[in-house]
């Protein structure tokens, strides 16, 4: 079983989660309600919605994981390595956090 695979089943389980079709790529994506919450790339990260607010509380708060990294001041999103089966706990908790802050 590949990371990707138990990522796919554990944030399908997520409630309020609708797994389809990206809006920017072919792999699949992760909505709640209309909103694209997070998606993969060929390279094996997840890209999440984790919004700037909980971006910047994040931060405050100590950082984030180092497997997290974020796109800049302005960005909704934080790409995160799903490459191994020890970053599934790490994604589905990103995920969570991510559906309450795009509910």
């Given amino acids: 079983m590949t ?4 990522l796919d089943r554990a944030l399908t389980d997520v409630p309020g989660i609708v797994r389809r079709a990206s ?5 699949p994506a992760y ?3 209309d ?25 405050a708060e100590g950082g984030l994981d180092p497997r997290v990294q974020t796109r800049g001041p302005s960005s909704d999103w934080v790409a ?11 994604v589905v ?3 969570e956090e991510a559906v309450r802050a795009n509910a």
Avoid: C
């Fill in 3 to 6: 990371a990707r695979n138990d």
């Fill in 35 to 59: 909103r694209e919450i997070a998606h993969f790339h060929k390279d094996g990260h997840l890209d999440v919605r984790l919004t700037r607010a909980v971006i910047r509380e994040r931060k």
């Fill in 23 to 27: 809006r920017w790529g072919s792999a």
């Fill in 80 to 90: 995160v390595r799903a490459t191994d089966l020890v970053d599934v706990a790490l």
């Fill in 93 to 95: 908790a990103l995920v």
């Fill in 31 to 33: 909505f709640v309600g």
